[in-house]
């Protein structure tokens, strides 16, 4: 009995929220960066599929969504400006899962398609980074503690 009163004290009392979301920043940078190397891959198949936006042709669309994919899963991975590197994968999986359920009937089938979801589960993770931030483990915090440290010192300097 003792020792299910340490574990469930031990488990509840201590978290390792920083370590988490470390992880999953690498864990969903890295999937994010899948998705943008298998569209490299057949980026030439991918194209006539693709409409283009803006009124660019869908080459130069398809290229500038995949520099946008590898910029955001890299700067995602790095913790550097998370919260805006969110915004952007955040508003490609949207519009991917409005083609998504736009371009199929609904079917039981799809109840059971991990495909249809895909995009969600992307949405759920970059709300989730959007609210809780990059943690104590990125660049964004070592940058903002170097800014933090460098604003003290010009205030003890001025205070002089």
């Known amino acids: ?80 400006l998370t919260r805006i590197a969110v915004i952007v994968p955040f508003i490609i999986m949207y519009i991917a899962e409005k083609g998504i359920l736009m371009s199929q009937p609904a079917t039981v089938d799809q109840l059971f398609n991990f495909e249809a979801g895909y995009p969600i589960m992307f949405i759920g993770v970059f709300v989730y980074m959007l609210l809780a931030g990059p943690g104590k483990i990125s660049l964004d915090y070592i940058i903002s503690a170097h800014i933090i440290t460098d604003d003290r010192e010009n205030d003890v300097i001025e205070n002089a």
């Open 1 to 80: 009995m003792r020792f299910l009163k340490r574990l469930f004290l031990f488990s509840t009392g201590y978290t390792y929220s920083n370590l988490s979301r470390l992880f999953l920043r690498l864990f969903v940078g890295v999937m994010f960066l899948t998705v943008c190397v298998r569209q490299m891959l057949y980026f030439d198949e991918l194209v006539p599929t693709f409409e283009g936006f803006w009124g660019m042709s869908p080459e130069f669309s398809m290229t500038m969504l995949l520099v946008l994919e590898l910029l955001s899963s890299t700067m995602i991975m790095l913790g550097l």
